[in-house]
């Protein structure tokens, strides 16, 4: 117990010593803690911002953290114009845009769906695998049927302007494989957590993956543990950037884990930040983000490089947050 002691004041100390870089102040104020057990809404990247509100819309009303997370995901789902999740997203290196997406409640339900084509909202299919299903996760072909028996609104995929994109993608790449520039919107996968009135989590995490992947790639996304993991004793955590990476270290299940073991939320996302930097010989253009929340309210986030930011929902803030990194690796 010393030990342990004795490394936690080691990490809240090192934490306190960097600077914020949104406001300048401490490291602290990455810290939130909620007045009441809830609600509060956190979520990836820009495009959080109004997939929070739509969670939030739910949760105002009296609604369930899972039907707020689904809800939110939605938003950026559909929405045409970005290039990384959903139906406005890019295609892998044969032109197929293949969706991910995973979805985990309060009692440790969950569902996924990987390499899904052609249909609008993935994460609703993962909540149907989920709830309809003795299964947690269906893939490809069988995911698309199942989809399909149950009704699920369709898409057609590529986009022309994203299909244009990758004929130019592809001519000028011979390669087979290129590693991804760092916070590139091949990153922008969205994870959402929520905690709703009656102090219950659930997440949701979707996207269309690494831009011009190989065909039959799945990254960390739908995978439960790795892009997601809910814990309602404990907390909630997400993740985004290079999914191979995430996978290794069973991220999201290993911030969890950590803030079981007394780690705040924000130490528990840099020490898997460290895992990865310490499991990665080539860090040049790797970027990995995580994001987290407890059941008392704190909140915390931690990348490897600059760049990562999270769009944080309460009663009293509707806001983007950059999350601190790593400048010593």
Not at 15 to 37: R, Y
Not at 109 to 120: D, N, Q, S
Not at 226 to 237: K, S, T, W, Y
Request: proline share 3%; hydrophobic share 40%; charged share 25%.
């Amino acid at each position: 117990m010393k030990r342990r002691s004795f490394v936690k004041l080691g990490l809240a100390t090192g934490a306190l010593s960097m600077v914020n870089p949104l406001k300048g102040t401490e490291l602290l104020e990455h810290s939130f803690e909620s007045k009441a057990s809830g609600p509060i809404v956190l979520s990836t990247w820009i495009h959080g911002l109004e997939a929070n509100r739509a969670a939030w819309d739910v949760l105002i009303h009296g609604g369930k953290a899972l039907d707020a997370v689904e809800q939110g995901v939605k938003v950026t789902e559909a929405d045409i114009t970005n290039r990384s999740v959903g139906i406005g997203g890019r295609p892998d290196r044969d032109g197929h845009v293949t969706l991910d997406a995973c979805i985990m409640d309060h009692e440790g339900k969950c569902g996924a769906v990987g390499f899904l084509e052609g249909i609008k909202h993935p994460i609703s299919v993962a909540r149907a695998v989920m709830e309809k299903t003795q299964h947690v996760m269906l893939v490809g072909d069988g995911a698309k049927k199942f989809a399909l028996d149950y009704g699920f609104e369709t898409s057609k995929t590529p986009l022309p302007e994203v299909k244009k994109d990758w004929k130019t993608w592809r001519r000028e790449n011979k390669e087979v494989f290129k590693k991804p520039e760092i916070n590139h919107e091949n990153h922008d996968t969205i994870g959402l957590i929520a905690m709703d009135q009656f102090g219950d989590l659930s997440g949701a995490c979707t996207t269309s993956g690494w831009a011009y992947k190989m065909h039959g790639r799945i990254g960390d996304s739908p995978i439960i543990g790795a892009g997601l993991f809910v814990d309602n004793e404990i907390g909630a955590c997400t993740a985004s950037g290079l999914g191979e990476a995430i996978i290794r270290i069973a991220g999201s299940h290993t911030v969890v884990e950590l803030m079981r073991h007394g780690f705040s939320p924000l130490e528990a996302c840099k020490e898997a930040v460290n895992r990865i930097i310490k499991k990665n010989k080539d860090l040049t253009n790797l970027q990995c983000c995580f994001l987290a929340m407890d059941k008392k309210g704190n909140i915390g986030a931690y990348s490897v490089y600059a760049g990562f930011n999270y769009a944080l929902k309460t009663t009293d803030d509707d806001r983007m947050v950059d999350a601190p990194f790593d400048r010593n690796w």
